[in-house]
């Protein structure tokens, strides 16, 4: 089971920072992966990290912006968003899929949350 947090109102420019927590005891072995599906739109990659987060991987129009890390101890993934624009308003869901590597097509995963709403003001 994944649980999202951290969604809500921010002003352009500002940040969010997302937590995805993992329940379960193979967390560790897990990819992971941010999409997000905007109104109207179809569902997008975000990002991705490995299951050690030694590698991570972003979509072109979130990098120098967006973090994906994770802390196995935790369970948990995080999504630290700066520098947020209002075409980053969207529903942000968490991924897992129970192979490690990284994978951008949602296909690739297995399980998914229920979903944050991050809304940017202009």
């Known amino acids: 089971q994944l649980v999202e947090s951290g969604g809500g109102l921010v002003q352009a420019g500002g940040s969010l920072r997302l937590s995805c927590a993992a329940s379960g005891r193979t967390f560790s072995s897990y990819g992971m992966g941010w999409f997000r599906q905007a109104p109207g739109k179809e569902r997008e990659f975000v990002a991705a990290v490995n299951w050690s987060g030694g590698s991570t991987y972003y979509a072109d129009s979130m990098k120098g912006r967006f973090t994906i890390s994770r802390d196995n101890a935790k369970n948990t993934v995080y999504l630290q968003m700066n520098s947020l624009k209002p075409e980053d308003t969207a529903v942000y869901y968490c991924?897992?899929?129970?192979?490690?590597?990284?994978?951008?097509?949602?296909?690739?995963?297995?399980?998914w949350g229920q979903g944050t709403l991050v809304t940017v003001s202009s």
């Open positions: 991924a897992a899929r129970s192979k490690g590597g990284l994978r951008i097509n949602s296909f690739d995963y297995n399980y």
